[in-house]
């Protein structure tokens, strides 16, 4: 299948391969619960029948508009709310829904999103340090930045960046943020660039680790992915799926033990000769191993090369207690 860039660039990562794993029931009700510019979302309505639906959730309002936007054809069909995913549970209460069909997480950054200097996600423009999916909820990132412990700071980007110069570079924020405060994307880089050794040579990886960690502490992104999982894993009807896309080994890590768990089926001794671990599976992992996307789809969109993407299937039917 031929997919072709949307206007504005943003073309949705192994889209063929969404289709092709997420939709079981073309009558059902499916989750795009990161809805972004709406790319999945546009190729899933148009895989429905009459009857499908689709309902949307983004914490960004600029990508809530476009996705409106963008579905609009499709009448009340499609639907996107300004909503986290981690109140799932709540949110489809009040929508009425009580199961969906299917639940796609396409994690991480929107290219719209990354292309905005007014967002202060990418580290090569210029623009206020925010870095919030949600510019109404809370305080910029520089707020933190500006305020934190060096102690703080070392810890966020060691732990969500995997930063080994987390510590150099927090003092040099500490000792900087002295005579005036970080307040822009360039202020930052430029201490990053001083923080990488001789010539700098490495800053371009750093900065990208600095403001990956620096992104996803301001929105709590991994306690997000979590708790979005799980609550979608409940809703989900027999024999529906999750598909979930990452980009970085944080993600993904949380991606998979949260479906591996879902997955654990009795780990006994023979010798017992019965269940004592309590293992009730939830479902089956439909791969071993992550998908990742075809060499002809990374040539023409560079961000899908660091996408992983994982399967996991309902019980048709609740497997007896200890049940492999």
Same mark, same amino acid.
């Given at each position: 299948?031929?997919?072709?860039? $949307?206007?504005?660039?943003? *073309?949705?990562?192994?889209?063929?391969?969404?289709?092709?794993?997420?939709?079981?029931?073309?009558?059902?009700?499916?989750? /795009?619960?990161?809805?972004?510019?709406?790319?999945?979302?546009?190729?899933?309505?148009?895989? &429905?029948?009459?009857?499908?639906?689709?309902?949307?959730? /983004?914490?960004?309002?600029?990508?809530?508009?476009?996705?409106?936007?963008? *579905?609009?054809?499709?009448?009340?069909?499609?639907?996107?709310?300004? !909503?986290?995913?981690?109140?799932?549970?709540?949110?489809?209460?009040? &929508?009425?829904?009580?199961?969906?069909?299917?639940?796609?997480?396409?994690?991480?950054?929107?290219?719209?999103?990354? /292309?905005?200097?007014?967002?202060?996600?990418?580290?090569?423009?210029?623009?206020?340090?925010?870095?919030?999916?949600?510019?109404? %909820?809370?305080?910029?990132?520089?707020?933190?930045?500006?305020?934190?412990?060096?102690?703080?700071?070392?810890?966020?980007?060691?732990?969500?960046?995997?930063?080994?110069?987390?510590?150099?570079?927090?003092?040099?924020?500490?000792?900087?943020?002295?005579?005036?405060?970080?307040?822009?994307?360039? %202020?930052?880089?430029?201490?990053?660039?001083?923080?990488?050794?001789?010539?700098?040579?490495?800053?371009?990886?750093?900065?990208?680790? #600095?403001? %990956? @960690?620096?992104?996803?502490?301001?929105?709590?992104? =991994?306690? @997000?992915?979590?708790?979005?999982?799980?609550?979608? &894993?409940? *809703? =989900?009807?027999?024999?529906?799926?999750?598909?979930?896309?990452?980009?970085?080994?944080?993600?993904?890590?949380?991606?998979?033990?949260?479906?591996?768990?879902?997955?654990?089926?009795?780990?006994?001794?023979?010798?017992?000769?019965?269940? #004592?671990?309590? @293992? !009730?599976?939830?479902?089956? &992992?439909?791969?071993?191993?992550?998908?990742?996307?075809?060499?002809?789809?990374?040539?023409?969109?560079?961000?899908?090369?660091? @996408?992983?993407?994982?399967?996991?299937?309902?019980?048709?039917? $609740?497997?007896?207690?200890?049940?492999?």
């Amino acid at each position: 299948m031929d997919h072709q860039p $949307p206007v504005g660039g943003h *073309l949705p990562v192994m889209a063929d391969e969404v289709l092709r794993e997420l939709i079981t029931d073309r009558d059902g009700i499916y989750l /795009d619960a990161t809805i972004g510019g709406a790319g999945h979302a546009e190729m899933i309505m148009q895989q &429905l029948s009459p009857k499908g639906r689709l309902i949307g959730l /983004d914490r960004d309002p600029q990508a809530v508009a476009r996705a409106a936007a963008r *579905l609009a054809s499709f009448g009340g069909r499609a639907q996107v709310v300004h !909503s986290d995913y981690r109140s799932l549970g709540s949110l489809f209460r009040e &929508l009425g829904v009580a199961e969906i069909h299917g639940a796609l997480f396409d994690l991480g950054l929107s290219s719209l999103q990354l /292309d905005n200097p007014e967002r202060g996600f990418a580290y090569r423009l210029d623009g206020p340090l925010d870095l919030r999916f949600d510019p109404t %909820q809370g305080e910029p990132t520089s707020s933190w930045l500006n305020s934190a412990t060096e102690e703080s700071l070392a810890s966020v980007f060691s732990e969500f960046g995997e930063e080994p110069l987390s510590r150099r570079i927090a003092r040099r924020i500490v000792k900087a943020r002295l005579a005036e405060p970080i307040l822009t994307t360039t %202020q930052l880089r430029q201490l990053i660039i001083a923080a990488s050794g001789p010539g700098g040579r490495t800053w371009g990886r750093t900065a990208a680790r #600095i403001f %990956q @960690a620096l992104r996803v502490h301001s929105n709590s992104e =991994l306690d @997000a992915i979590a708790r979005g999982l799980d609550a979608a &894993l409940s *809703l =989900l009807a027999g024999g529906s799926r999750l598909v979930v896309i990452a980009y970085h080994s944080l993600e993904d890590r949380i991606v998979k033990t949260v479906t591996r768990e879902a997955a654990r089926t009795c780990d006994c001794p023979k010798i017992y000769g019965r269940c #004592i671990c309590g @293992a !009730s599976p939830r479902g089956r &992992l439909v791969y071993r191993r992550v998908l990742r996307p075809a060499d002809s789809e990374t040539v023409t969109n560079p961000r899908a090369q660091a @996408a992983r993407m994982r399967v996991f299937e309902k019980c048709a039917i $609740p497997s007896p207690l200890g049940a492999a």
